[in-house]
C-alpha cells in the first residue's frame, strides 16, 4: 500500500513503514494502529487524535485523517494528512466538535492554497461529475461560467478529442474509476494543446463519493517533442531498415546495442541473441580473432574500422561481407557512439573467383544472384538459364535452352523482343528491351531484359550474356504517374478557363457597381442641394426645428451615399489586386494619424518597435484607419486613449488596436462584424455598419484573421493576423 502524507509535525526522526509509532504516546500507540488497521481493512476514511515525542522532549497532539483513492473498483492509495491538534482542546471525552472542524478547514484552506500557486488547471465536480464552475478552467479557455457548467466545457476540448473523452469521463463516473486520459484543449488565443487529465473521486465518510477532484497538466510541448523523436526515430529506423546491408551502432566501449532489421532477417537471431557479444557467434572461426583484435584496436584508438569477415547466414552458410565502422563524436570529441556496416560481398567475391577460375564457379556464383540470367552461343540460341530464371519459369533447362524461353514471352511482345534481340546480334552491340514473360503461376510480368556481347581474350565473338529484372511495380507506378499527369492537366485547363469566366463575371460586375453606384449618387447629390437652396430661399420662414430637419434630412443623404461607398468598397476587397511593396508599419501609421486628423482629447499611443513587412500598402492602411476611426468615434467619452502594438508570432504578424471606452459585450464580438451591424442607434453616431465587415474581409482576403477580446465597460481591443 502507498500512502501519501501531508506531515506538519514538528521536526522528528520518522522511520518508514510504521517505525514512526516509536514516537507515539505509550498510552496511545495501542489505539492508533488498532483504529487505522481496522479503517484501512474496511476501506473507510477516520480521524485519529494521538500525542508524538517532538525533538524538544515534549509530545504534542495531532490529528490524523486518512481518506482511500478508489480506481477500478479498488483502493490504490491513501492520502493522509497530519495536522497539530491543540493540547488544551486535546482532554479525551471533553473535546469541542468544532476544534477537529477547524483543523480540517484549515487542512482544505491550505490545500487550496497549493492548488492555486500551481501552474496546471484544477477542476472539481459534483458526485455525478457536473460541472458547476473551473475558474481555472475557465481562465485558461476563456469560456464563461454559463459556457461550462454541466459538460458544457467539452466545447474547448478538440473536435477529434471530444466524444473520447465524453465516453471516458462516463464512463469514470459510473463504475466510480480513476479518471486518466489525454486530450487536446483550445486555449482562449484559440489555439489547442495536449493536456494530461487525471480525476479522482474523493470519499465521504459512508462511503459514498462527494466529488470529484481532478488536475489538467499541460504536457504540449513534452508530446511535441515525443512525436518529433518518434518521427526522426522512425525515418532513421526506416533508412536503416531499407538499406539492403546491415546496420549496427555500438557504446563507447563496443558493445552493439542496435541493429537494422536486415540483421534478424539474414542471421535469423534474436534481439537477446545480438546484443552485447552475441554477435561474434555468427562470425567464421577463421576471421574471428582478427575481426576482434581490429575491433579491439578501434575502440580504443577512436579509429576507422573496416575489415572483410565471412559471416553465418540463419540457413548456415557463411557470406563475405566488409565491415566499416566510424565513432560519432560530440563537440568536444568525446565518442558517443559507434556506427558500422556490413555489406554483402560474397557474389562480388565470387564472381571474381569465377572469372579466374573456371566457367563453373561463375555459374554457382549466377545461381546464387538476385537477378535472372540468360547466356547464348553464337547461333543466336540459348544455352543456359541460372536458378532464378528457372525458379520464375518453372520449368527445367532441357525446356528453356534453344527457344524455348520464347515460348513464355506474351504474344503481343514475341515479334518485336525477337527482332530486337536478331538486330542487335548481328551488330554486336549491347540491347535493352521490356517485354512480359509468364511467371511459373500464369500471371505475366514485365521484365527489362538488357543483353551484351561476350567476346574471348583473343577479340571472338562468344554469344551474349543478359540478366532480367521485374521492373513490373515501376511499370505500374509509371502508368499511374501518367494517368495522375493526364488528369492533372485537364484539371489546369478546366481551372484557367474557370478563370477566365470569373475575371469576366468580375470585370462585369465592377461595371456594374460603377454606373449603379453613379445612379444612385447623382439624385442623392440633388435631394442635398435642393434641400440647401429651399432652406436658403426660405430661411427667414424656417424655425429651429424647421432647421434641424433640414439638416437630418442632409445627414441621411450623405449616409446613404456613404453606404453606397462602402458597399462597393466591399464588393471589391479582395478582386482589385495592389502591388506588393515593402511596408514600413510605423510610417504607414503616421499617415493614417494625419488621414484621420483625431481630436487633441485623444492620444494615440504607438508601441516601438514597428515591423517592416512585405504587403500591400492599401489594404492594410484601409484596416488601421477603420479600426483607428472606430475606436474614437464609439467612445463614450470626449477623450480617451488608443493604442497599437504588433508582435512577431513567425509566419505573421498580430497588430491590436485598443481602446479604453465603452467596451462590446461578448455576445456581439462576431456580431460587429457582420455587414449593416452598428451597436448603436445611427441617429446617435453617423454609421453605416459597414467598415468592421470590410475590415474583416480584407484581412481574410490577406489569409488572416481578425477577432476581439472585450468586455462591456472596459474597453475593447481588435487582434488581428497579416501574413509576412
Known amino acids: 500500500m502507498d500512502t501519501t502524507y501531508k506531515d506538519d509535525r514538528p521536526s522528528m526522526t ?100 497549493l ?47 471530444r ?16 479518471y486518466d486520459t489525454e486530450y487536446r484543449i483550445r486555449g482562449a488565443d484559440g489555439n489547442y494543446r495536449y493536456f494530461w487529465v487525471r480525476g479522482v473521486p474523493v470519499i465521504a465518510e459512508d462511503g459514498s463519493i462527494r466529488e470529484w477532484v481532478g488536475v489538467c497538466a499541460d504536457i504540449h510541448d513534452r508530446k511535441r517533442a515525443e512525436e518529433e523523436l518518434k518521427i526522426s526515430e522512425k525515418r532513421y529506423r526506416d533508412l536503416a531498415n531499407a538499406m539492403p546491408l546491415i546496420v549496427w551502432t555500438a557504446q563507447p566501449n563496443g558493445t552493439m546495442d542496435y541493429y537494422n532489421q536486415w540483421w534478424f532477417d539474414y542471421t535469423g537471431l534474436t534481439i537477446e541473441q545480438s546484443t552485447g557479444y552475441g554477435w561474434q557467434a555468427i562470425i567464421h572461426p577463421d576471421d574471428l580473432s582478427e575481426c576482434l583484435k581490429r575491433w579491439n584496436h578501434a575502440v580504443s584508438t577512436g579509429t576507422f574500422y573496416e575489415i572483410e569477415y565471412r559471416f553465418r547466414r540463419k540457413d548456415g ?18 565518442i558517443l557512439s559507434w556506427v558500422g556496416t556490413a555489406t554483402d560481398i560474397d557474389d562480388r567475391k565470387r564472381f571474381e573467383e569465377a572469372l579466374k577460375e573456371s566457367e563453373a564457379r561463375f555459374r554457382s556464383m549466377a545461381d546464387n544472384a538476385p537477378v535472372m540470367i540468360w547466356m547464348s552461343g553464337t547461333d543466336t540460341q540459348c544455352n543456359w538459364f541460372n536458378q532464378p530464371w528457372l525458379e520464375f519459369t518453372g520449368r527445367s533447362m532441357e525446356e528453356e535452352v534453344g527457344d524455348g524461353w520464347a515460348q513464355r514471352v506474351h504474344p503481343d511482345d514475341k515479334e518485336p523482343c525477337w527482332q530486337t534481340y536478331l538486330k542487335a546480334f548481328a551488330a554486336r552491340q549491347r540491347f535493352e528491351m521490356e517485354y512480359r514473360f509468364q511467371r511459373a503461376d500464369g500471371e505475366y510480368r514485365w521484365l527489362v531484359d538488357t543483353g551484351v556481347p561476350r567476346f574471348t581474350p583473343s577479340g571472338d565473338f562468344a554469344g551474349y550474356i543478359g540478366s532480367c529484372v521485374d521492373i513490373t511495380e515501376r511499370k505500374a507506378t509509371e502508368a499511374a504517374l501518367k494517368h495522375r499527369a493526364e488528369e492533372l492537366t485537364y484539371l489546369t485547363n478546366v481551372l484557367a478557363t474557370t478563370n477566365a469566366a470569373l475575371e469576366k463575371r468580375n470585370q462585369e460586375l465592377d461595371q456594374f457597381a460603377y454606373v449603379a453606384s453613379h445612379d444612385l449618387k447623382a439624385p442623392l447629390r440633388a435631394i442635398a442641394n435642393l434641400s440647401q437652396w429651399i432652406e436658403e430661399d426660405i430661411a427667414d420662414q424656417l424655425n429651429a426645428e424647421n432647421r434641424r430637419q433640414m439638416d437630418l434630412l442632409r445627414g441621411r443623404v450623405h449616409r446613404l451615399e456613404a453606404l453606397i461607398d462602402g458597399l462597393l468598397q466591399y464588393s471589391r476587397v479582395g478582386r482589385t489586386a495592389t502591388a506588393t511593396e515593402l511596408v514600413n508599419v510605423q510610417a504607414l501609421l503616421n499617415e493614417v494619424l494625419t488621414m484621420l486628423a483625431p481630436p487633441p482629447e485623444f492620444t494615440i499611443a504607438i508601441a516601438t518597435p514597428m515591423p517592416t513587412l512585405h504587403a500591400q500598402k492599401l489594404p492594410l492602411f484601409q484596416v488601421f484607419s477603420n479600426l483607428i476611426s472606430n475606436a474614437i468615434k464609439h467612445h463614450n467619452r470626449p477623450n480617451g486613449n488608443v493604442a497599437i502594438a504588433a508582435t512577431d508570432k513567425g509566419d505573421y504578424y498580430e497588430f491590436t488596436v485598443s481602446d479604453d471606452g465603452p467596451g462590446i459585450a461578448p455576445e456581439y464580438h462576431e456580431k460587429v462584424f457582420g455587414i449593416f451591424q452598428t451597436l448603436e442607434a445611427r441617429d446617435k453616431v453617423e454609421n453605416t455598419g459597414v467598415g468592421l465587415a470590410i475590415v474583416k474581409k480584407i484581412i481574410e482576403s490577406q489569409g488572416g484573421r481578425i477577432y476581439i477580446t472585450s468586455q462591456e465597460g472596459q474597453g475593447a481591443t481588435f487582434h488581428f493576423t497579416w501574413l509576412k
Not at 557463411?318 to 568525446?334: E, F, S, T
Request: with cysteine; charged share 25%.
Open 14 to 113: 520518522v522511520e518508514s513503514g510504521w517505525g514512526f509509532t516509536k514516537a507515539l504516546h505509550p498510552e496511545d500507540r495501542n489505539r492508533y494502529t488498532t483504529q487505522q488497521s481496522l479503517a484501512i481493512a474496511k476501506g473507510q476514511p477516520y480521524e485519529i487524535k494521538y500525542r508524538l515525542l517532538a525533538a524538544d522532549g515534549h509530545y504534542h497532539w495531532y490529528s490524523e485523517q486518512g481518506t482511500p483513492v478508489i480506481a477500478a473498483g479498488q483502493i490504490q492509495d491513501w492520502i493522509v494528512s497530519c495536522t497539530p491538534y491543540h493540547e488544551e482542546l486535546a482532554s479525551s471525552a471533553r473535546q469541542p466538535r468544532d476544534e477537529p472542524l477547524k483543523a480540517l478547514q484549515e487542512s482544505e484552506q491550505r490545500y487550496r492554497s
Open 115 to 161: 492548488v492555486i500557486a500551481t501552474s496546471q488547471i484544477v477542476w472539481t465536480t459534483d458526485a455525478e461529475g457536473r460541472v458547476d464552475d473551473m475558474p481555472a478552467w475557465r481562465a485558461y479557455t476563456g469560456q464563461t461560467v454559463a459556457e461550462v457548467k454541466g459538460w458544457s466545457w467539452l466545447n474547448a476540448v478538440h473536435p477529434e478529442d
Open 163 to 178: 466524444h473520447r473523452t465524453a465516453v471516458t469521463w462516463n464512463r469514470a463516473v459510473q463504475e466510480k474509476t480513476l
Open 317 to 334: 552458410v557463411y557470406r563475405w561481407h566488409i565491415g566499416r565502422a566510424v565513432p560519432v563524436r560530440d563537440n568536444d570529441g568525446q
